[in-house]
């Protein structure tokens, strides 16, 4: 597709339970970035993935949570034994090199029981 | 602390009047700066950006921003404002170096009346 695509759109689980987001970024965008938008808040940046370079993890609240993205492609968000605080809108955005604006998804909102 | 606020929680205003959203940062360089629209249960859409050169950008929408320096601010105007321009407003900075990552304020949710 021609944007940002994450799934799924809307993920409701138990606290506890693991849950995996996914991101596939604009073809050919090399910088890849994941936020946590809480309800009525603005957005908290995650993780940022730009190349094989090593990511940049300064924004993970805890060790829970962890991301992967393989080369220039998918990216996948990991929340582990998930906690009702973790529940927000999860929201993806890729850009190519250098300081070009973020191409955001619509988003992932994550509901813990 | 670096930080980017956003004065306005909320703003109403009617169909056709003007809009002036305000946002101020705290860097000790000049960011870039942007404003983006969220619309609901959507993603942020960029409206305008500013990098350098002239203060005053024009963006999708008819919004305009203007960057003031002296006053560390980037407010976001739009002259007659459209039912479809409720939305939030989110404004976001990034220092351009490595990493881009970008700050964002707490948004401004913007109602509009007939």
């Known amino acids: 597709g021609a944007g940002v695509s994450q799934s799924p759109s809307n993920k409701v689980t138990e606290k506890g339970k693991d849950v995996e987001l996914r991101c596939d970024p604009i073809?050919?965008?090399?910088?890849l970035y994941w936020y946590r938008q809480r309800l009525g808040q603005g957005l908290e940046f995650l993780i940022y993935f730009q190349g094989n370079s090593a990511p940049d993890k300064s924004g993970l609240p805890s060790d829970r949570f962890s991301a992967e993205r393989t080369g220039e492609s998918v990216s996948t968000l990991t929340i582990q034994r998930t906690q009702q605080e973790d529940s927000a809108v999860y929201l993806c955005?890729?850009?190519?090199?250098?300081?070009?604006?973020?191409?955001f998804g619509d988003g992932t909102r994550l509901s813990i029981l | 602390a670096q930080s980017v606020t956003q004065p306005d929680i909320h703003i109403t205003v009617s169909e056709g009047a003007s809009l002036e959203l305000r946002c101020n940062y705290s860097?000790?360089?000049?960011?870039?700066l942007f404003w983006y629209v969220q619309s609901p249960g959507q993603g942020l859409q960029l409206l305008l950006k500013y990098f350098s050169g002239d203060t005053l950008v024009q963006g999708i929408k008819g919004f305009e921003a203007e960057f003031k320096r002296s006053q560390s601010s980037f407010n976001l105007r739009k002259p007659s404002v459209h039912w479809s321009d409720a939305a939030e407003y989110f404004c976001?900075?990034?220092?351009?170096?490595?990493?881009?990552?970008?700050?964002f304020g707490g948004g401004t949710r913007v109602l509009v009346k007939p």
């Open positions: 955005a890729s850009t190519e090199q250098g300081n070009q604006p973020q191409h």
């Open positions: 976001a900075v990034n220092l351009g170096a490595a990493g881009n990552k970008l700050t």
């Open positions: 860097y000790g360089a000049t960011p870039y």
């Open positions: 073809s050919g965008h090399t910088a």
